[in-house]
């Protein structure tokens, strides 16, 4: 019997332990390891390994106190959501399923989200047509914080005070909406 299968499942937000095993070659961004432990037993863990920077694969994370000898075996976790469909380790079936799933998260990330460009883009550095050096921008801020009632110190850089501008523009541009 093999220990912590249900914390590495949580942990990894997968409904079962993968089914294939590593080739001992791959690279693999996530790995369900079992590994042999030192007063006997075996025990789940997670794995990574990268090709080109490893020569052996590395435990992530491991879920007992008790130490471990050994990696047993490893099976990969692969990666569903690339974007790649092409690269995932599945037949042609599952590919256009992955396909459609990834088209459909792309529709619903858009979803609502309208681009205005005329709003999005500022005029000039700073932002704002009367601001045009770093002491109109001091005097605007100022004046914007008395107005809307708002405490702290005016940015003394010029990094700072273009930031805040444009903390400033985005906020207004909300208001428009």
Known sequence: MVLYEKEVLDYLNLPAIPKREWNGKDSF????????????????AVATFDAENNTRPRIKKV?????????????????????????MDLDQESKK???????????IEN???????????????????????????KAFIQSYNSRNRIKGRIPTTHEGLVMRLAVIYSEQNKKKK
Request: net charge negative; aromatic share 12%; glycine share 6%.
């Open 29 to 44: 961004k996530v790995g369900v390891a079992i590994v042999d432990l030192q007063y006997g037993g075996q025990a789940y």
């Open 63 to 87: 879920f007992g106190m008790d130490w471990f000898t050994e990696i047993a075996t490893i099976y990969v976790v692969p990666s569903y959501m690339d974007n790649n469909v092409e690269e």
């Open 97 to 107: 399923k992955a396909q459609q799933i990834l088209d459909e998260a792309k529709e």
């Open 111 to 137: 979803e609502g989200v309208e681009v205005n460009d005329e709003l999005s883009k500022p005029k000039n550095e700073y932002y704002f047509d009367a601001v045009h050096s770093d002491e109109e921008a």
